[in-house]
């Protein structure tokens, strides 16, 4: 299992280093997209839809489109965001587990403490366990703000992702069931049912019957040697305008990588330089328009 951030609790006065793992990974089998015809793999280009080039993956920026305008946000400008660069999960208050609604929960992660930060650690776990309370936190994660909680779970502390309260949709039809006066007789019945049924839950009873059918069709597929193809890399195609096909996954890895390998003073140069490629770029286009 490998970390995929390091940062710290910060509870009161007290700061706990810890690393972040996350807690749960897919089952399903991973199906990639293919040419009936030769059995190749299909490859999706970044086109502007404006001038039609195909776009390598250093000069694409985000956008915000309102009202018919677009708000271009560069890397740079983004990476300047106080909040999204921190790597602290800030306790912000202690709440009784029972009000946080399950449907606010999202994503969980593992919390591994420092080993010099064992101590800390453990007594905050206590202190969760003990006082029957989820800690309520925030932290930055993947560039974005996060709401969360603190929670235990066995030995470990485990962090969960929460939707902040504007994400939560209210139903439209809330309101407008239309009353069904359920007998008694009904009632006593349902209840039975459901004391017939009722037991410890153990989630290894269930499977996941497609994806367990899917690994039994690959897998006969394989022994049998039908529509079976070599897996390893084809040639890529040719690109009009001397553009390239890029692998989306590769280049977003690619490029976490090296934002995570530089250093403060390379980052002030990217900016400096960043800022006047903006600038030379906007005045190409001018002088177009």
């Not at 999204?84 to 208050?93: F, R």
């Not at 890399?233 to 690619?254: F, S």
Request: glycine share 6%; net charge negative; charged share 30%.
């Amino acid at each position: 299992m490998r970390s995929m951030w390091a940062g710290a609790i910060a509870f009161g006065l007290v700061n706990v280093p810890v690393k972040l793992y996350a807690a749960a990974s897919s089952h399903d089998l991973s199906l990639h997209q293919v040419h009936d015809a030769d059995g190749g793999r299909i490859r999706y280009q970044r086109r502007c839809e404006t001038c039609g080039e195909i776009v390598p993956y250093e000069h694409i920026h985000r956008a915000y489109e309102a009202d018919g305008k677009r708000v271009v946000l560069t890397e740079e400008e983004l990476e300047g965001l106080p909040a999204e660069a921190a790597h602290e999960i800030q306790v912000l208050q202690f709440v009784p587990s029972e009000q946080i609604d399950p449907l606010t929960l999202g994503s969980a992660y593992y919390l591994e403490p420092d080993a010099r930060a064992a101590k800390p650690y453990l007594l905050l776990r206590s202190t969760l366990q003990q006082t029957e309370r989820t800690a309520v936190v925030k932290y930055a994660l993947r560039q974005r703000t996060r709401l969360g909680v603190l929670r235990v779970r066995g030995d470990l502390m485990v962090l969960q992702s929460l939707l902040w309260a504007d994400e939560v949709r209210e139903p439209e039809f809330a309101g407008r069931i239309p009353e069904a006066p359920v007998t008694d007789a009904e009632q006593a019945m349902a209840n039975l049912l459901v004391a017939q049924l009722s037991e410890d839950f153990d989630p290894t009873a269930y499977v996941d019957d497609y994806q367990v059918q899917l690994k039994e069709l690959v897998e006969a597929r394989l022994a049998a040697e039908e529509g079976v193809i070599a897996a390893g890399p084809a040639p890529m195609p040719a690109v009009e305008e001397g553009g390239e096909v890029i692998d989306l996954m590769a280049a977003l890895r690619a490029s976490l990588e090296r934002k995570r390998a530089g250093s403060g003073e390379a980052r002030v140069a990217e900016n400096r330089t960043g800022d006047q490629t903006t600038r030379d770029r906007l005045a190409k286009r001018k002088a177009r328009s």
